[in-house]
């Protein structure tokens, strides 16, 4: 049996494909109660599918966005993509997800994809880097459609943004330890991209607030993955710092295997805080102290800007939402 089209429908039931059309999608049309319902029990007879590449070729709507991010195995990043799937199938949106595997160059080639596939607007998480891929840049300058920055923000790339606040999250990280009395902190983050050198930022502002200048040897270079942080695990140990601050869950879990190998506790040997507040307390023992960015906060305002955008209702121009990051206190610092 082939697709049931709304000519089928017509048929049977004695009406124009045109009056079937408005009465499927709720429309005013005039007919009578006893038609409509004929037309109605006809649909779900037959199991009529809306086309909705007819629709969109009709409306100039996908009801499609696209998301890209670096890494879907991220614990961050794989709850951004739930959250913002969910809140836009609440309002009506399917939502596409692409990987970039933290390559900027993939970047471009994805925009390309999702516009060509035909998306209303689409979400990007920007593979590492303040600088963006030249193809990426020239590319969103001249985009059909609208799209979004979210949590990472290319520096000379006029667009709608929505971030936390990195270098106020760093902040809150050492401003931490240092209140808990440790003076020797060293900070893992990936210093490559812009989201790592804010965070060291804040870091280094809240050592020069407490009257510590900041030491280069205690600044160390990670990506947000695993199995790199986990590589950096000696050298935390050999800076001989008390606390360090770990830019990522990632990061944190790859630092924690390593000390676990060497028998380093935490707190007792070196305490910890954490970034995202993303990972599951039941991986990690001491549960881990963290600079939480709340996913349905930062979902919430992602989706807002977005349809605002394509419903028109705000003035041209790039936008910037800025998010406040917080603190979550649990056991992973000691006091000295």
């Given at each position: 049996m082939g697709k049931v089209t709304l000519k089928d429908i017509a048929h049977e039931v004695g009406v124009s494909p045109s009056t079937v059309s408005l009465v499927l999608n709720g429309r005013e049309v005039r007919v009578s109660d006893a038609k409509r319902q004929a037309i109605l029990d006809c649909a779900r007879k037959k199991r009529y599918v809306p086309n909705q590449i007819a629709r969109s070729l009709v409306?100039?709507?996908?009801?499609?966005?696209?998301?890209?991010?670096?890494?879907?195995?991220?614990?961050?990043?794989?709850?951004?993509?739930?959250?913002?799937?969910?809140?836009?199938?609440?309002?009506?949106?399917?939502?596409?997800?692409?990987?970039?595997?933290?390559?900027?160059?993939?970047?471009?080639?994805?925009?390309?994809?999702?516009?060509?596939?035909?998306?209303?607007?689409?979400?990007?998480?920007?593979?590492?880097?303040?600088?963006?891929?030249?193809?990426?840049?020239?590319?969103?300058?001249?985009?059909?459609?609208?799209?979004?920055?979210?949590?990472?923000?290319?520096?000379?790339?006029?667009?709608?943004?929505?971030?936390?606040?990195?270098?106020?999250?760093?902040?809150?990280?050492?401003?931490?330890?240092?209140?808990q009395g440790h003076e020797r902190i060293a900070i893992v983050a990936n210093m490559q991209e812009g989201t790592g050198r804010k965070r060291v930022q804040g870091y280094e502002k809240a050592l020069c607030e407490a009257g510590i200048a900041p030491d280069g040897v205690l600044e160390l270079q990670s990506r947000y993955y695993i199995p790199d942080a986990y590589h950096v695990g000696d050298a935390v140990i050999a800076t001989g710092a008390s606390a360090v601050v770990a830019?990522?869950?990632?990061?944190?879990?790859?630092?924690?295997?390593?000390?676990?190998?060497?028998?380093?506790?935490?707190?007792?040997?070196?305490?910890?805080?954490?970034?995202?507040?993303?990972?599951?307390?039941?991986?990690?023992?001491?549960?881990?102290?963290?600079?939480?960015?709340?996913?349905?906060?930062?979902?919430?305002?992602?989706?807002?800007?977005?349809?605002?955008?394509?419903?028109?209702?705000?003035?041209?121009?790039?936008?910037?939402c800025l998010l406040p990051p917080r603190l979550v206190c649990k056991d992973s610092v000691r006091a000295v």
């Open positions: 409306s100039q709507r996908s009801d499609t966005l696209g998301l890209i991010i670096p890494n879907i195995e991220s614990r961050f990043f794989s709850s951004l993509a739930k959250n913002l799937e969910q809140r836009l199938r609440r309002e009506g949106y399917a939502l596409l997800i692409a990987n970039s595997d933290d390559v900027p160059a993939n970047d471009a080639a994805l925009v390309r994809l999702f516009v060509n596939r035909g998306v209303d607007g689409i979400f990007l998480v920007a593979a590492g880097g303040l600088a963006p891929d030249a193809a990426l840049a020239e590319m969103l300058s001249s985009l059909p459609v609208p799209y979004l920055m979210v949590d990472r923000v290319l520096e000379g790339v006029a667009g709608d943004s929505v971030s936390f606040d990195n270098v106020l999250g760093g902040y809150l990280a050492a401003q931490h330890l240092l209140e830019t990522s869950d990632n990061i944190a879990l790859g630092l924690l295997k390593r000390f676990l190998e060497r028998r380093f506790r935490v707190p007792q040997d070196i305490s910890i805080v954490s970034y995202d507040n993303s990972a599951a307390d039941m991986l990690f023992e001491p549960a881990l102290t963290s600079i939480e960015q709340n996913v349905g906060e930062l979902s919430d305002a992602a989706v807002s800007c977005m349809l605002q955008r394509l419903k028109g209702s705000v003035p041209p121009g790039p936008r910037a």
